[in-house]
């Protein structure tokens, strides 16, 4: 009997826990923002990562367009000997955005065409080239960097199966008589 009594009144001491813990109130606010914090945290990261990534489109577009202008005025082409091999072109657009960029990343493709309407513009790094041009050719300096997604929500958004984003910055100019 004395067994008996005891779980009885554990039994009732259950009964008005639960009874309790179903009136009070208290915890309510914790748990929705437990509901709440990740969507709002994702979307948060996610205008983050938007943010920085038109940054970079603008860093990258910048810096080609910079590098551009010292082709098109000649400024490259008449050093002569002192012309930048291919390293050192490419070293001069990453001089340009390295401070938001990592160069590493970068591929470089300049080269001169007959017309504007010879331009092919695909995407072939097997193909890339490297060639100031004279005076009044027309030049095409193209630069790619590939984006890795730091957050799984846009990279499941975009498409892509590698987990990088590949920006595109395209220059195309006759340069100038020199």
């Keep these: 009997m004395r067994e008996t009594a005891f779980h009885n009144s554990n039994a009732r001491t259950l009964g008005s826990l639960f009874k309790r813990l179903r009136k009070d109130r208290g915890g309510v606010a914790a748990i929705e923002f437990v509901l709440c914090a990740f969507p709002f945290f994702a979307l948060f990261l996610a205008i983050i990562e938007t943010a920085i990534l038109f ?3 603008i860093v990258l577009e910048s810096g080609v367009q910079g590098v551009a202008r010292q082709i098109l005025t000649g400024q490259l082409q008449s050093a002569g000997d002192e012309a930048p091999t291919k390293e050192e072109f490419k070293q001069l657009v990453c001089d340009r955005i390295d401070y938001f960029l990592a160069c590493d990343k970068i591929q470089v493709d300049l080269k001169t065409f007959d017309d504007y309407s010879a331009i092919d513009l695909s995407y072939d790094p097997d193909g890339f080239g490297y060639d100031l041009g004279g005076s009044e050719d ?8 590939e984006w890795e997604w730091q957050t799984s929500m846009l990279h499941a958004l975009s498409g892509d199966d590698n ?4 920006f595109a910055s395209v220059a195309a100019f006759r340069n100038e008589p020199f």
């Excluded at 027309?138 to 960097?145: D, E, G, K, S, W």
């Design 55 to 57: 940054t970079a489109g």
């Design 138 to 145: 027309i030049n095409v300096l193209r630069v790619f960097y």
């Design 163 to 166: 987990g990088k984003l590949t």
